[in-house]
């Protein structure tokens, strides 16, 4: 069965700290994969996404993820964290032929000062 | 600006009520969607719809009712056998099946409350 997984529910770190979420997906070919942050009462916002080619992608404010097909992981990273990116992000993906996304139960990231 | 618009932000039902959320979008995608987001589980499909007047059920379709007459507009109806309704409810939308897919854009959330 096609899933994306987020192994970690909570994360914190302190302000300027690097920060990695991980993200894990079952799928027997290359998915399309993206990552969305929401802040509290909010709607998602899109950080970045992977369909081919260079697996290392830049997305906004600071973030980048790389695509790693022998581990299935798509791992979003920051080298420093800043208190506004406190907030759920969510690991998704697309399979091409599905008509929807999939997404992960997400992981909350605190940033203490 | 092109974008998604839910409404109303808040919602508050009575039991036994069917209360309907309003989703538009003025990107012309074809693809919409209505995800529903409890703490601690993510976000999961109730329905979904690829053209306008067609939709299928998503994850958890049981309790609520669409329709998509028209291409901007996917409102969804809780009724009164969704048995526990509150929730955040999110609307999204997408270029759709048969292309590149790109990302979901969202709307802002209705938070629905039964009373």
């Known amino acids: 069965a096609q899933s994306v997984t987020q192994p970690d529910i909570h994360i914190t770190v302190s302000e300027g700290a690097s920060l990695e979420l991980r993200c894990n997906y079952s799928?027997?070919?290359?998915?399309?994969l993206f990552w969305y942050v929401q802040s509290p009462g909010q709607g998602l916002q899109l950080l970045l996404k992977?369909?081919?080619?260079?697996?290392l992608v830049q997305g906004i404010k600071g973030f980048e993820a790389e695509f790693k097909r022998s581990q299935s992981s798509f791992n979003l990273r920051k080298p420093s964290v800043h208190w506004s990116d406190a907030a759920e992000y969510f690991c998704?993906?697309?399979?091409?032929?599905?008509?929807?996304?999939?997404f992960g139960s997400g992981t909350q990231l605190t940033v203490l000062p | 600006d092109g974008g998604i618009t839910q409404s109303p932000k808040y919602l508050f039902r009575k039991e036994g009520q069917n209360v309907t959320l309003s989703c538009e979008q003025n990107l012309n995608h074809d693809a919409m969607y209505w995800y529903r987001q409890d703490p601690g589980q993510g976000l999961r499909l109730i329905y979904y719809?690829?053209?306008?007047?067609?939709?299928q059920k998503g994850d958890i379709a049981e309790g609520y009712s669409v329709s998509r007459e028209k291409k901007e507009s996917f409102p969804l109806t809780v009724t009164s056998a969704q048995k526990n309704p509150t929730a955040f409810y999110l609307c999204?939308?997408?270029?759709?099946?048969?292309?590149?897919?790109?990302?979901?854009?969202f709307g802002q959330g209705t938070r629905l409350t039964v009373v």
């Open positions: 998704a993906f697309h399979s091409g032929s599905a008509r929807q996304l999939t």
């Open positions: 992977y369909f081919s080619g260079d697996t």
């Open positions: 719809s690829q053209i306008v007047n067609d939709f």
């Open positions: 799928y027997g070919a290359t998915p399309y």
């Open positions: 999204a939308s997408s270029t759709g099946q048969g292309r590149s897919p790109t990302e979901a854009f």
